[in-house]
Protein backbone atom coordinates (compact mmCIF):
# COMPACT_ATOMS: atom_id res chain seq x y z
CA UNK A 1 0.00 0.00 0.00
CA UNK A 2 1.27 3.46 -0.27
CA UNK A 3 2.24 5.57 2.46
CA UNK A 4 -0.25 8.66 1.28
CA UNK A 5 -3.08 5.76 1.06
CA UNK A 6 -1.99 4.52 4.00
CA UNK A 7 -2.24 7.98 5.83
CA UNK A 8 -5.52 8.56 4.62
CA UNK A 9 -6.95 4.98 5.45
CA UNK A 10 -5.70 6.07 9.27
CA UNK A 11 -7.49 9.55 9.19
CA UNK A 12 -10.36 7.75 7.84
CA UNK A 13 -10.57 5.47 10.52
CA UNK A 14 -9.43 7.77 13.51
CA UNK A 15 -12.24 10.34 12.83
CA UNK A 16 -14.65 7.50 12.59
CA UNK A 17 -13.52 6.23 16.03
CA UNK A 18 -13.61 9.44 17.47
CA UNK A 19 -17.08 10.44 16.25
CA UNK A 20 -18.23 6.94 17.33
CA UNK A 21 -17.28 7.63 21.24
CA UNK A 22 -18.32 11.70 20.79
CA UNK A 23 -21.44 10.35 20.21
CA UNK A 24 -23.46 9.81 23.75
CA UNK A 25 -25.47 6.54 23.45
CA UNK A 26 -29.60 6.79 23.43
CA UNK A 27 -30.80 3.91 25.04
CA UNK A 28 -34.23 2.01 23.42
CA UNK A 29 -37.53 2.69 25.08
CA UNK A 30 -40.38 0.09 25.70
CA UNK A 31 -43.84 1.64 24.62
CA UNK A 32 -46.81 -0.25 26.91
CA UNK A 33 -50.25 0.37 27.21
CA UNK A 34 -51.53 1.82 30.12
CA UNK A 35 -54.23 2.25 31.65
CA UNK A 36 -57.24 3.37 29.97
CA UNK A 37 -56.09 2.64 26.70
CA UNK A 38 -53.16 5.31 26.16
CA UNK A 39 -49.49 4.66 26.25
CA UNK A 40 -47.22 4.60 28.82
CA UNK A 41 -42.80 4.52 28.23
CA UNK A 42 -40.44 2.82 30.45
CA UNK A 43 -36.61 1.16 30.39
CA UNK A 44 -35.95 -2.14 28.94
CA UNK A 45 -35.63 -4.21 32.39
CA UNK A 46 -32.16 -5.38 30.51
CA UNK A 47 -31.02 -1.97 30.89
CA UNK A 48 -32.08 -1.16 34.28
CA UNK A 49 -30.01 -4.46 35.16
CA UNK A 50 -27.26 -3.15 33.67
CA UNK A 51 -27.50 0.53 33.71
CA UNK A 52 -29.19 0.71 36.83
CA UNK A 53 -32.43 3.16 37.31
CA UNK A 54 -32.05 6.02 34.96
CA UNK A 55 -32.95 9.51 36.77
CA UNK A 56 -35.90 11.03 35.21
CA UNK A 57 -35.59 14.45 34.11
CA UNK A 58 -38.10 14.92 31.19
CA UNK A 59 -40.63 13.37 28.53
CA UNK A 60 -41.51 14.78 25.50
CA UNK A 61 -43.54 13.10 22.91
CA UNK A 62 -43.70 14.69 19.16
CA UNK A 63 -45.47 13.65 15.97
CA UNK A 64 -42.96 12.42 13.63
CA UNK A 65 -43.71 13.97 10.01
CA UNK A 66 -41.86 14.33 6.35
CA UNK A 67 -41.65 18.00 7.31
CA UNK A 68 -40.51 17.77 10.87
CA UNK A 69 -41.83 17.11 15.30
CA UNK A 70 -44.74 19.18 16.37
CA UNK A 71 -44.98 18.30 19.81
CA UNK A 72 -47.90 16.06 21.32
CA UNK A 73 -47.02 16.37 25.16
CA UNK A 74 -44.02 17.13 27.33
CA UNK A 75 -43.03 16.89 31.06
CA UNK A 76 -40.50 17.90 33.19
CA UNK A 77 -39.53 17.27 36.57
CA UNK A 78 -37.80 19.59 39.28
CA UNK A 79 -34.44 18.99 39.66
CA UNK A 80 -36.07 18.76 43.85
CA UNK A 81 -38.12 16.15 42.79
CA UNK A 82 -35.91 13.50 41.85
CA UNK A 83 -37.45 10.16 41.05
CA UNK A 84 -35.75 6.93 38.81
CA UNK A 85 -37.35 4.98 36.14
CA UNK A 86 -37.69 1.52 36.53
CA UNK A 87 -38.51 -1.38 34.49
CA UNK A 88 -42.02 -1.38 36.85
CA UNK A 89 -42.83 1.88 36.45
CA UNK A 90 -44.41 3.22 33.41
CA UNK A 91 -45.05 6.64 32.82
CA UNK A 92 -48.30 7.66 31.32
CA UNK A 93 -49.20 9.81 28.32
CA UNK A 94 -50.33 12.59 29.24
CA UNK A 95 -48.67 12.39 33.02
CA UNK A 96 -51.45 12.17 36.12
CA UNK A 97 -49.43 14.12 38.56
CA UNK A 98 -51.13 17.47 38.73
CA UNK A 99 -48.12 18.79 40.51
CA UNK A 100 -45.63 18.18 37.85
CA UNK A 101 -45.18 20.61 34.68
CA UNK A 102 -46.44 19.78 31.79
CA UNK A 103 -48.16 20.72 28.40
CA UNK A 104 -51.79 20.09 27.74
CA UNK A 105 -51.26 16.44 25.67
CA UNK A 106 -52.82 16.31 22.03
CA UNK A 107 -54.62 13.29 21.14
CA UNK A 108 -53.04 10.17 19.31
CA UNK A 109 -54.14 9.70 16.16
CA UNK A 110 -54.05 5.86 14.30
CA UNK A 111 -51.78 5.57 11.44
CA UNK A 112 -48.79 8.58 12.34
CA UNK A 113 -45.87 7.85 14.18
CA UNK A 114 -44.68 9.19 17.30
CA UNK A 115 -41.50 9.51 18.78
CA UNK A 116 -40.64 9.87 22.87
CA UNK A 117 -37.65 10.97 24.56
CA UNK A 118 -36.76 10.83 28.01
CA UNK A 119 -34.11 12.78 28.90
CA UNK A 120 -32.00 11.37 32.26
CA UNK A 121 -29.52 12.88 34.96
CA UNK A 122 -26.51 12.01 33.20
CA UNK A 123 -25.27 8.35 34.35
CA UNK A 124 -21.79 7.55 35.73
CA UNK A 125 -20.82 4.84 33.19
CA UNK A 126 -19.56 6.52 30.08
CA UNK A 127 -21.40 3.31 28.26
CA UNK A 128 -24.60 4.29 30.06
CA UNK A 129 -27.10 5.77 27.94
CA UNK A 130 -27.87 9.72 28.25
CA UNK A 131 -31.21 9.38 27.16
CA UNK A 132 -34.18 6.79 25.36
CA UNK A 133 -36.11 6.72 22.74
CA UNK A 134 -38.89 5.11 20.83
CA UNK A 135 -41.09 5.53 17.85
CA UNK A 136 -44.25 4.25 17.97
CA UNK A 137 -47.51 4.26 16.60
CA UNK A 138 -51.13 3.57 17.69
CA UNK A 139 -53.84 0.74 15.59
CA UNK A 140 -57.38 0.88 16.50
CA UNK A 141 -59.54 3.83 16.51
CA UNK A 142 -58.77 7.80 17.62
CA UNK A 143 -60.18 7.88 20.62
CA UNK A 144 -60.80 4.47 21.66
CA UNK A 145 -58.51 1.82 22.75
CA UNK A 146 -55.81 0.47 20.72
CA UNK A 147 -52.56 -1.02 19.99
CA UNK A 148 -49.14 0.27 20.30
CA UNK A 149 -46.69 -0.55 17.94
CA UNK A 150 -42.63 0.27 18.28
CA UNK A 151 -41.00 1.27 14.66
CA UNK A 152 -38.10 2.02 13.24
CA UNK A 153 -36.05 4.80 13.75
CA UNK A 154 -36.12 5.81 10.44
CA UNK A 155 -40.26 6.07 9.55
CA UNK A 156 -41.70 9.24 9.52
CA UNK A 157 -45.68 7.93 8.92
CA UNK A 158 -47.65 4.89 9.28
CA UNK A 159 -48.41 3.62 6.42
CA UNK A 160 -47.27 0.03 5.22
CA UNK A 161 -46.06 -0.69 8.89
CA UNK A 162 -47.85 -3.70 10.55
CA UNK A 163 -49.76 -2.18 13.00
CA UNK A 164 -49.58 1.27 12.36
CA UNK A 165 -52.37 1.35 9.35
CA UNK A 166 -55.23 4.07 10.26
Do not use: H
Amino acid sequence: MRPNRLILCAVVAATWCVNVWAAPPVGELDVRMGSGGAPCFTVFQKDERRFGAPEFRSISVNEMTAAGKSLMWAMTIPPERPFLVTFRLCIPYAGRLPVLPKTTALPLQPGKVYEVLIEIKPPMLPSAPRAYRARFCLSGKAGGAGQFRTVNSGAVDGKGRAGCAG
